[in-house]
């Protein structure tokens, strides 16, 4: 049973240009949330989506956004990138089961923004 | 006050200490409480969940969970240098219509052999 996938492992991009990041949940997981984890700090919550719809946001702003397909995989956009975009972007994969919320995260994705 | 508080550390221990990682927080929405172990440029795994208050064990490792005090805590026994690592609490309950899910900010443990 795979968990869950993100690719890249890695990437570098500059200033001002565009990426995408992309995860496959762990199976039988419908519910997909991306964080971004700067060094030293615990994750920070971006988004979550849910039957391909962003279900909550976090305090991140409008050049991020992102995306939900049938199968459940979802990816991260950042438009615009600035310096302190640099970080571990995290996916992570749930079961939405009410108040129950137990994340399962992939390895991540490390973008450095030159 | 924010909503879920963790000591950063770091904390550093010999091999064979019983290491005891602590988390408190506000919010009484909280019902599900989890325990993430983090190694260096690695994503959160997973260790433990327990639901409301009460202990779980799971090998060396125990978790508690004291709702009325508003703590949570990580037990692990006869610690090994490979768990040295980030640990990461992390809470969710059910408010305003939606699951809200929120982490501390980590504890550096380091176990020396």
């Known amino acids: 049973d795979a968990g869950v996938t993100q690719s890249p492992t890695h990437l570098i991009k500059t200033r001002g240009q565009q990426v995408t990041l992309r995860c496959s949940p762990k199976?039988?997981?419908?519910?997909v949330s991306w964080y971004q984890q700067a060094l030293g700090q615990g994750p920070q919550f971006i988004f979550q989506y849910y039957e391909e719809e962003e279900r909550q946001r976090g305090n991140f702003p409008d050049r991020f956004s992102g995306h939900q397909f049938p199968n459940y995989s979802s990816e991260l956009n950042v438009n615009a990138l600035l310096l302190g975009d640099s970080a571990l972007y995290l996916c992570?994969?749930?079961?939405?089961?009410?108040?129950?919320?137990?994340?399962?995260f992939g390895a991540g994705t490390r973008l450095s923004v030159l | 006050q924010k909503e879920v508080e963790q000591d950063p550390g770091p904390l550093s221990v010999p091999e064979g200490a019983i290491v005891s990682l602590n988390c408190t927080y506000s919010n009484s929405a909280f019902q599900y409480f989890m325990w993430y172990r983090q190694y260096s440029r690695k994503g959160p795994e997973l260790l433990m969940y327990t639901y409301s208050s009460g202990n779980k064990e799971d090998g060396r490792f125990t978790a508690q969970v004291d709702k009325s005090s508003k703590y949570i805590s990580l037990f692990i026994r006869d610690s090994q240098p490979s768990d040295s690592a980030t640990y990461l609490c992390a809470m969710s309950g059910w408010q305003g219509g939606s699951e809200k899910l929120v982490f501390g900010k980590g504890m550096k443990l380091t176990v020396n052999p």
């Open positions: 199976s039988g997981h419908d519910t």
């Open positions: 992570a994969s749930s079961l939405t089961e009410g108040a129950k919320n137990i994340q399962y």
